[in-house]
């Protein structure tokens, strides 16, 4: 969509546009409001420090919505096509890193109760078990922290992706 486009629609079709990004309600309504913007780097600025920092509740309503790493959704969404391109650094046929990574993605939800986030795009697999492993170490209010900046991250990754100048 064009930035010029994204400006006009109406509140109901920006909240679409934008929900694929991060289903956070305040985030999309934060940005949808802040509309029109000057350019797209304004709106990717912008996009960033909407609703910072999120809520412990928001975080985990909007981790409902992400596959485990190495697990790419099938859904034909918008949200998991998106998925799918950010975990392309992940080679499904690499059985031995499959392994780490399930191993690890077990490991991190048996010691945080949630999936194992982190923004995989321009990311190996090995890149993405060495930052998993290391992120085990870390308290759950540490981790707490760096999802909740991984999501923005994330968002502000797809909203680049979704938005042309």
């Known amino acids: 969509m064009k930035l010029a486009e994204f400006n006009i629609v109406d509140q109901a079709a920006a909240h679409a546009a934008l929900r ?6 305040r985030w999309v309504e934060a940005v949808a409001g802040a509309r029109p913007f000057s350019s797209r780097d304004e709106l990717l600025d912008f996009a960033a420090q909407a609703a910072n920092p999120f809520t412990p509740g928001e975080v ?4 409902a919505h992400h596959p485990r790493i190495g697990e790419r959704p099938t859904a034909a969404s918008t949200e998991a096509s998106m998925s799918r391109s950010e975990q392309a650094g992940v080679d499904p046929a690499d059985a031995d890193a ?5 191993r690890g993605n077990r490991d991190y939800e048996e010691k945080f109760g949630r999936v194992f986030l982190i923004r995989a795009a321009g990311r190996s697999a090995q890149d993405i078990l060495a930052a998993l492993n290391q992120r085990l170490s870390n308290s759950p209010e540490q981790e707490d922290r760096i999802v909740a900046q991984q999501l923005r991250e994330i968002a502000v990754l797809r909203l680049e992706g979704l938005i042309s100048e």
């Open 60 to 63: 985990e309503a909007a981790m």
């Open 98 to 102: 499959a392994e780490a990574l399930a």
């Open 20 to 25: 694929p990004c991060i289903d956070i309600s």
